[in-house]
């Protein structure tokens, strides 16, 4: 397990797709930074980290374009082992397909941890020196934003394992970007327009507990633990779905 592993994460860093990622990551922060401060600037907003914080947890969780990313370092990191054989040979070499399951998890969620952390650190150490953090750096502020990257991470984790799930159910990695695409564009769309057309209440409060709406709530100041501990729950018994799901599709799975 050890050095498959090892060779996982080998490949994470030669991949050319990962790296791309990184790069594209830091200078579409470093243009937003930018954007944002000139346009406070005009509007006569300051522009701090305590802010930018709050505003990257609240608005890039659960979008469209995060399930768009993550989707394709899924499809780089699983489907496209299916053409190049490595799977094959994993297992020829000994390795269990509960093994390689693993492996390619813990791969993926490090990667998606990398590029999470990144735009975090980017946008807060950037907009505090542009105009401060915005308040006093205390313990209170420090175990706010901890638990927020906690919980909200947590949530994300849980909720992309779909992109996983359709890596190793999907032999094409254009087909398996293509299908996250549509997936998150339908559900992003379907959260947001569900409840202006029923009007219901209920429902409402139904979909405020699913993870594709709940993980937004993590990244407020102050939060209803019963209402977020709902949330976590489900969030954990849908990832947990996703994982046993790709495994009956992984173990069935002609390699031949």
């Given at each position: 397990?050890?050095?498959?592993?090892?060779?996982?994460?080998y490949k994470l860093w030669r991949?050319?797709?990962?790296?791309?990622?990184?790069?594209?990551?830091?200078?579409?922060?470093?243009?937003y930074l930018l954007s944002v401060?000139?346009?406070?600037?005009?509007?006569?907003?300051?522009?701090?980290?305590?802010?930018?914080?709050?505003?990257?947890?609240?608005?890039?969780?659960?979008?469209?374009?995060?399930?768009?990313?993550?989707?394709?370092?899924?499809?780089?990191?699983?489907?496209?082992?299916?053409?190049?054989?490595?799977?094959?040979?994993?297992?020829?070499?000994?390795?269990?397909?509960?093994?390689?399951?693993?492996?390619?998890?813990?791969?993926?969620?490090?990667?998606?941890?990398?590029?999470?952390?990144?735009?975090?650190?980017?946008?807060?150490?950037?907009?505090?020196?542009?105009?401060?953090?915005?308040?006093?750096?205390?313990?209170?502020?420090?175990?706010?934003?901890?638990?927020?990257?906690?919980?909200?991470?947590?949530?994300?984790?849980?909720?992309?394992?779909?992109?996983?799930?359709?890596?190793?159910?999907?032999?094409?990695?254009?087909?398996?970007?293509?299908?996250?695409?549509?997936?998150?564009?339908?559900?992003?769309?379907?959260?947001?327009?569900?409840?202006?057309?029923?009007?219901?209440?209920?429902?409402?409060?139904?979909?405020?507990?699913?993870?594709?709406?709940?993980?937004?709530?993590?990244?407020?100041?102050?939060?209803?633990?019963?209402?977020?501990?709902?949330?976590?729950?489900?969030?954990?018994?849908?990832?947990?779905?996703?994982?046993?799901?790709?495994?009956?599709?992984?173990?069935?799975?002609?390699?031949?």
């Amino acid at each position: 397990m050890r050095r498959l592993l090892s060779a996982e994460f080998y490949k994470l860093w030669r991949s050319a797709g990962f790296r791309v990622c990184l790069i594209v990551f830091f200078v579409q922060d470093i243009i937003y930074l930018l954007s944002v401060g000139f346009v406070g600037d005009i509007l006569g907003m300051e522009l701090n980290g305590f802010d930018q914080f709050n505003y990257l947890l609240t608005s890039f969780s659960g979008s469209t374009v995060s399930g768009m990313l993550f989707g394709f370092i899924a499809a780089s990191v699983i489907t496209s082992d299916y053409k190049s054989r490595d799977i094959q040979c994993a297992i020829a070499q000994g390795h269990s397909r509960a093994h390689i399951l693993i492996a390619k998890i813990i791969v993926y969620v490090v990667a998606v941890w990398i590029l999470a952390m990144e735009d975090i650190i980017v946008y807060v150490v950037g907009s505090s020196i542009a105009g401060g953090f915005g308040r006093p750096f205390d313990g209170t502020v420090a175990l706010y934003m901890l638990r927020s990257i906690v919980c909200e991470g947590f949530v994300l984790t849980m909720m992309f394992m779909t992109c996983v799930f359709i890596a190793f159910s999907l032999t094409s990695k254009a087909a398996s970007v293509s299908i996250n695409i549509l997936l998150f564009f339908v559900l992003d769309l379907g959260l947001a327009v569900m409840p202006l057309i029923f009007q219901s209440e209920k429902l409402e409060k139904f979909l405020s507990y699913l993870p594709f709406v709940a993980v937004k709530e993590m990244g407020d100041w102050s939060i209803d633990w019963g209402h977020a501990g709902i949330s976590l729950t489900i969030a954990a018994v849908y990832g947990a779905a996703m994982i046993a799901a790709t495994w009956t599709v992984f173990r069935k799975r002609d390699l031949r």
